[in-house]
């Protein structure tokens, strides 16, 4: 509910104008500001993943093939060898591609979000609340 400035006075005061509340201090004056949902998004803070975040998303290549992408995992780990353990487990081929904004992503074929994102806590890479699970 918006309040204008004179209905606040006339609220305040029991005769229009005969307050010495008339006047507003500027800690009463609200001032709306715009809100900026993509600001944590657009923050640089130099590291792959935003706030420490692995990013789990799938990709829809051509008809019913797809692809899914790892990233945001630390720089210590060795990529490869994650790559080598995730194409064993499930199944399929994957590539470990160099990103010149995200630096290096791991690329697995098929949907394999609800795999990778348990694999990554099992081996105790990631724990479970710093995975978000992205796609339809």
């Known amino acids: 509910m918006l309040v204008t400035v004179s209905q606040k006075i006339k609220a305040s005061s029991p005769v229009f104008g005969c307050s010495s509340s008339l006047f507003m201090s500027v800690d009463e004056i609200?001032?709306?500001s715009a809100f900026d949902p993509f600001a944590d998004a657009n923050a640089d803070d130099g590291s792959a993943g935003t706030k420490e975040y692995v990013h789990v998303r799938v990709q829809q290549r051509n008809g019913r093939k797809s692809l899914t992408t790892v990233q945001g995992l630390k720089k210590d780990f060795s990529y490869n060898r994650i790559l080598k353990d995730l194409k064993k487990e499930f199944?399929?081929?994957?590539?470990v591609v160099e990103d010149p904004e995200l630096g290096q992503v791991i690329?697995?074929?098929?949907?394999?979000?609800?795999?990778?994102?348990?694999?990554?806590?099992?081996?105790?890479i990631v724990k479970k609340e710093h995975i978000k699970i992205h796609g339809f």
């Open 107 to 124: 690329q697995l074929q098929g949907d394999q979000r609800k795999n990778v994102s348990n694999f990554l806590v099992q081996a105790g």
């Open 30 to 32: 609200q001032i709306p």
């Open 91 to 95: 199944c399929c081929n994957g590539t």
